[in-house]
């Protein structure tokens, strides 16, 4: 289910600079979210995978980068990262987990520039990391 979504997605300059975050720990999720609002980011964010992909199907003119859970159930962040390919757009992408990096999923950040921050990390870490996929492209 989505439980955030900011008052305005995008800026002025029509860049994609919105974050979407999904991850089924609600508070783990809500940090994040404050966490890069306070890095003057927009953000959307949603507790499950089917949520997070209808939002970012409504708002993919709008987002940027999306923060991903790797275990995110049911079936974790690899199948959504493919749904959301198959939709188009280039979204920069960060995985979060406590655990080491499946092979497939480090597959598929390499193919879209992505990056993983590993659980538990320091604000400094995820910050850099949305900064750096938001700014990938610019």
């Not at 974050?19 to 949603?46: F, I, N, T, Y």
């Not at 280039?90 to 193919?111: F, H, K, N, Y």
Request: with cysteine.
């Amino acid at each position: 289910m989505a439980d955030h979504a900011s008052h305005r997605a995008g800026d002025e300059e029509g860049r994609r600079n919105a974050v979407l975050v999904v991850d089924d720990e609600p508070q783990l999720r809500h940090l994040m979210v404050r966490l890069l609002e306070r890095g003057g980011h927009q953000l959307l964010s949603a507790a499950d995978a089917e949520s997070g992909l209808a939002l970012y199907r409504e708002h993919a003119d709008t987002i940027g980068a999306v923060v991903l859970d790797m275990a995110l159930p049911p079936d974790g962040a690899g199948e959504l990262l493919q749904r959301m390919e198959e939709l188009g757009g280039d979204v920069g992408v960060v995985v979060t987990s406590g655990r080491p990096l499946e092979e497939s999923l480090r597959q598929s950040l390499e193919r879209c520039g992505g990056r993983f921050v590993a659980k538990p990390f320091v604000p400094p870490a995820l910050l850099a990391a949305v900064a750096d996929v938001l700014n990938r492209g610019a």
